[in-house]
DNA sequence: GATTAGCAGTCACATACCGCGAGTGCCAGT
DNA sequence: ACTGGCACTCGCGGTATGTGACTGCTAATC
């Protein structure tokens, strides 16, 4: 089997490929760190390795880069998840220190996290199944047109415009925002979607017609979970990374945009709540991600909703750094978000 | 001056090379174009035209390439404002038709206009100057801790959240936000600030530094505006076209997703109001966009609130499509979001 | 005067070739 | 188990060469 030895050998093979994106040779690893042993030694370490199929060689007289399942061990078993530096410290209280909206807090998050890892960021909206009905307003955009708010006490809200076939008059609607707050404050959203579902369980209305569009939308915006939207951030940064692809970037950049693909996977990565998950390079082929590492880890907003934000980057990328940079940001924003 | 023969062939350079990236000679003109003359005559045009700086010549013995000026000229003058095809407009249909909320509407746009255009597309909130208050809400997150949601009767929804030194007596909270309703309902966003901005006119409470801070956020939040948000979608367009860029597109991508810049750059385009404007070339290089053009276009939200909309890329781009989609999404944007 | 045919000249690009050097694998010796 | 030595491999950078697409110019033609 692999040796202890052998494992050093794997972590610096990693370490300095990560740095230097050169293929890394016997002699170098003697040269840059103090084995106490000649390369000879390392090449038959290597070749160890090799069998093992932990590293591999991109051409016969060169030297050798981790392959997936080298990255795999190092991540599982080798990577020290040393603390942030103060600086970069430093950089998530300046962010988001400040107060705001929960838009803002997000957008801000994102593009932390990209400038701490150098990587693409994503984070995605908390979910709203937990969360309770905390208001409902109704507001007149046009005769036949208004915007139905949902305020829930996650902090969330839900926007939605309803277009009327016929004007409503203003004491209906005056009568249905009253009726519709006292049926529905307090409810969770799934109660509250049955309650809107179970007809006319608000009594009789003159305009019947309108009265059931507006409250079928509302019972799509109850129902309608936003865990699905997710925010992104430093694209840039896949670019400056090419060299770490063998064909294009675009068709990684085409399935990043398309959030469809990103939501599946960050659900696949769900299983580990808290700490931090990592999905290295073939583990993400049916993604149509086959060359990148994506690093997740859950947050909890108000009331215990679960979402999750990450990194994704080439599976060339600085592990340790990036998971602990994705680790204190997700901890960072529960807490901020989370009940004290 | 350029005779009427030679602007054609100025046009045709311009379509051939948007078409194939391939510098344009005298023989492929004649051959894929009827102009009745001679290859040698169309030489002596495109001297005249170089002349003018209108075209280029990449290397000595090569074909020619329409400068920033020559695209000026031809968006000016040569472009046939094509409609849009039936399949395009069929997307529009279908991409816009269903009814959903603000940031679903904006985030749909912005990904049509980035497919029917194959580039970058980017979208402007709209202004919320000219909107008025229609509720305010606040929601109390945890003890120390507040939601405080404008709702405007432009269909915006503002939220922010409001730490608070102590606890706020429910009571307290309910005699607020009823004053503050009855106050602020119905005034425009600048009366509204101003009313919060004059002390305590809201009158005496008991907490009353609590109160200063959650007024103190609603005036922000109603002085905030919200124009400079910007979504974009399409980033992979960018990768898909890098060989028109001389370097990389890392300094693009990087001054794209700096949304203050673009910000500052819609800014400028804002003369023309409705119409579709265009900035080419060496003309953004003050945003560090020399290679790019832009193509904008405004459009106007419910209450006359103002935003625009548009594409970036590559200056080598299909002005004729680009500018007709921009200006037809601009169009059923304003006919969807605007009082009909 | 505008247009044309012909021709020499230019230059990017593709291809082939060559030498260098980093790095390996193996083997015999300690 | 480790080491020194050595033959071998092969990617990479640099140079040389041939090819072809174009142009610019000149002199002849409508």
Known sequence: MVSDRSLEVLRVIVQDYVASREPVG?????????????????????????????????????????????????????????????AQRQAIETFLGQSADLDEVLARSVRLLSQLTHQVALVQYPS??????????????????????????????????????????????????????????????????????GGSSLGPFEQQEAVDLITGTLRDQVGANRQDRLVMAGAANLVRTEEDFTGSIYPVL??????????????????????????????????????????????????????????????????SNNMAAVRAVARYLSRLLGEN
């Open 26 to 86: 016997s002699k170098s690893i003697v040269d840059r760190h103090s084995f106490g042993v000649s390369a000879a030694t390392i090449r038959n370490d290597m070749a160890l390795l090799e069998e093992e199929e932990l590293i591999a060689a991109p051409h016969t007289s060169s030297g050798r880069i981790p392959t997936d399942k080298g990255y795999r061990l190092f991540v599982d078993h080798l990577a020290d998840l040393r603390p942030l530096s103060a």
């Open 128 to 197: 709203l199944s937990r969360a309770k009905v905390r208001h409902i307003e109704l507001v007149p955009l046009s005769e036949t047109r208004l915007l139905s708010v949902l305020i829930t006490d996650a902090g969330r809200v839900e926007q939605r415009v309803v277009d009327l076939p016929r004007p409503l008059a203003e004491p209906v609607l005056i009568e249905l925002r009253a009726r519709l707050n006292s049926a529905l404050i307090g409810l969770g959203m799934t109660e509250a979607a049955s309650s809107l579902t």
């Open 254 to 319: 085409e399935a990043i945009e398309e959030q469809v693909v990103l939501l599946r996977l960050f659900g696949e990565m769900a299983s580990d709540q808290h700490g931090v998950s990592v999905s290295i390079g073939r583990e993400n082929a049916p993604f149509g991600l086959a060359e990148t590492s994506v690093l997740t880890s859950g947050y909890s907003s108000q009331g215990g909703n679960l979402a999750r934000l990450g990194v994704l980057g080439p599976t060339r990328m600085d592990y």
